[in-house]
């Protein structure tokens, strides 16, 4: 009888440290997100102020955004090796302090080269992140809570970016967007603080069940997923780069309150990631939410066109849940697709195709707003790949799965990720 007892407590003693670490691990994931994207996307947030500062044209402005992806894009395969090599709360830390210093430089440069010498060292800290985060949050998550796990971890990226949009803008409007930018450059060092703290110890037979085997997608699933990941991060970061300038030109709101309809996308899109995660989590699948996301962000694209007045803030809400929400059921389908010692890896490419996408189409609406054919066309446009894209990827997750039986299955080692 002390026998069982003793082997209860010490199985509810380790269940105790592997929920803690896990719970540890996830906060500090979505801190790291939110801190760096805060730094990239409080560029954003005060476009207008460094538009006039240095007479730039919009297709410039959505070039700032790019050259943050473009950055990221070169260290995204590196820096997933790196993770696996040294764990995760390692790199999470670098990035960190990388992510700091370079804010500091953006906000130092007193040319407009210096401005985007700055922006693409964030971009070379966002590209060190993203793969340690996916690492660190999904150490831990079992697949029945993997696409809300991962969804609260992509809040940081709308998080960030709607304190940027709450905070930096009023702060510019009484000093200078310069000052403003010390903001997000504590927010990172703060966290890399957090980040060297030791995480919480693993009990000594933690890891002895083993992982259950990974299912892998057919070779057109996963093509058609990257290539959805490509046009959904281009479109987000599309509505990154220009909704305050957009709002502004086109809808006739000051600058105040486009940094508030910013605000206002980002927090519904906080909202929307957390109810995809729920929501995929709850259907177990992964590809057929994403489907439905991708039609909704091309309504609400159409919706904001055709807004005026009050209904501007219904439609920037419902692109911020569509348009935005996304990103974390994305991010699920990534790491319970691949084995647990190479989601460092695996995300890699994943994001390398998200960087993408964040490098080519904002430059591209920007073009086409530049080149007379006003935002119109240029949202149109937008609207009608996703559409198309999402489509194809529903049609293909019915189609795989009809026809796959058995599925596909991969043995995993059963040592656990490093998470530094």
Not at 192 to 221: E, F, K, N, Q
Request: proline share 6%.
């Amino acid at each position: 009888m002390k026998v069982i007892l003793a082997g209860e407590r010490a199985r509810g003693r380790r269940a105790a440290l592997m929920h803690t670490r896990t719970r540890e691990e996830l906060l500090l994931a979505t801190a790291g997100m939110g801190a760096v994207n805060m730094a990239s996307l409080g560029v954003t947030a005060l476009s207008p102020q460094i538009q006039e500062t240095f007479d730039l044209s919009t297709t410039a402005i959505g070039l700032l955004v790019s050259t943050v992806f473009a950055a990221a894009a070169l260290v995204s395969v590196p820096s997933g090796r790196l993770t696996d090599r040294i764990g995760a709360r390692r790199t999470l830390t670098i990035a960190q302090l990388a992510g700091a210093a370079a804010v500091v430089l953006v906000a130092l440069a007193p040319h407009v080269a210096v401005v985007y010498a700055g922006v693409a060292a964030v971009g070379l800290a966002y590209g060190l992140l993203n793969p340690a985060t996916n690492a660190l949050a999904s150490a831990g998550l079992p697949k029945r809570r993997r696409g809300f796990g991962m969804s609260i971890k992509q809040t940081g990226v709308t998080l960030g970016g709607s304190a940027a949009a709450l905070v930096l803008p009023p702060l510019a409007s009484l000093t200078s967007w310069r000052p403003a930018l010390a903001v997000p450059a504590v927010a990172c060092v703060l966290v890399a603080a957090w980040g060297l703290r030791p995480s919480v110890p693993d009990h000594p037979t933690a890891a002895a069940a083993p992982p259950p085997p990974v299912v892998r997608p057919p070779g057109y699933m996963l093509a058609t997923m990257r290539v959805y990941g490509f046009a959904m991060a281009g479109i987000q970061l599309a509505l990154f780069a220009y909704l305050p300038v957009y709002l502004s030109d086109e809808k006739g709101l000051s600058h105040a309150l486009a940094g508030l309809g910013y605000f206002v996308a980002l927090s519904f899109g906080t909202c929307g990631r957390l109810l995809w995660g729920l929501t995929s989590d709850r259907l177990g699948r992964r590809a057929l939410p994403l489907s439905g996301i991708g039609l909704g962000s091309a309504a609400c694209l159409l919706l904001l066109l055709a807004s005026s007045g009050a209904t501007v803030w219904i439609a920037l809400a419902l692109v911020g849940v569509c348009a935005v929400g996304w990103n974390g059921v994305f991010h699920a389908f990534v790491t319970e697709t691949t084995p647990i010692q190479t989601i460092g890896h695996a995300s890699s490419i994943a994001f390398f195709f998200i960087y993408g996408g964040s490098i080519c189409v904002p430059p591209l609406i920007g073009v086409i707003s530049d080149d007379g054919a006003a935002w119109t066309t240029a949202w149109l446009a937008a609207a009608g790949v996703t559409a198309a894209l999402a489509l194809l990827l529903g049609s293909l997750a019915l189609y795989a799965s009809r026809t796959r039986v058995p599925p596909t299955t991969r043995k995993t080692p059963s040592s656990p990720v490093s998470t530094g």
